[in-house]
């Protein structure tokens, strides 16, 4: 089993960065993708960037350039840079991990371990 837990979430006023964690234990030889998804009141939850083990990053369209997302040389520690905030980046931010080598940015069913969740603001 793997664990992952998520930290760094806060409040800040459009235009402010803030930047996530996300660290992950265990059996974590058998994780070779991350990602993390983040879900708004009332919408569906949505990916926001992927990272596989050879570090290659892929970002939806609406966080591209903004956010950056890596990961330490353990490969245990995730993060995500988050600049430029802007209000409807307001959610809650999910660490998600899965073993293989497919690691897609915008599809959730193949990731099986999964954190808690990390409430983001942005406010106007």
């Known amino acids: 089993q793997v664990q992952v837990v998520e930290s760094g979430g806060g409040s800040v006023q459009t235009g402010g960065s803030l930047r996530l964690s996300c660290a992950a234990s265990?059996?974590?030889?058998?994780?070779?993708?991350m990602a993390w998804f983040r879900q708004s009141p009332g919408q569906s939850r949505e990916g926001v960037a992927s990272?596989?083990?050879?570090?290659?990053?892929t970002y939806a369209d609406s966080v591209r350039g903004r956010f950056v997302i890596s990961q330490d040389n353990t490969k245990e520690n995730l993060y995500l840079q988050m600049n430029g905030l802007k209000p409807e980046d307001t959610a809650v931010y999910y660490c998600?991990?899965?073993?293989?080598?497919?690691?897609?940015?915008?599809?959730?069913?193949?990731?099986?371990?999964w954190g808690q969740g990390a409430q983001v603001t942005v406010s106007s």
């Open positions: 990272i596989d083990n050879k570090g290659t990053a």
């Open positions: 265990g059996e974590t030889y058998r994780v070779l993708c």
């Open positions: 998600a991990a899965k073993a293989g080598i497919y690691c897609p940015t915008h599809t959730e069913s193949p990731y099986i371990y």
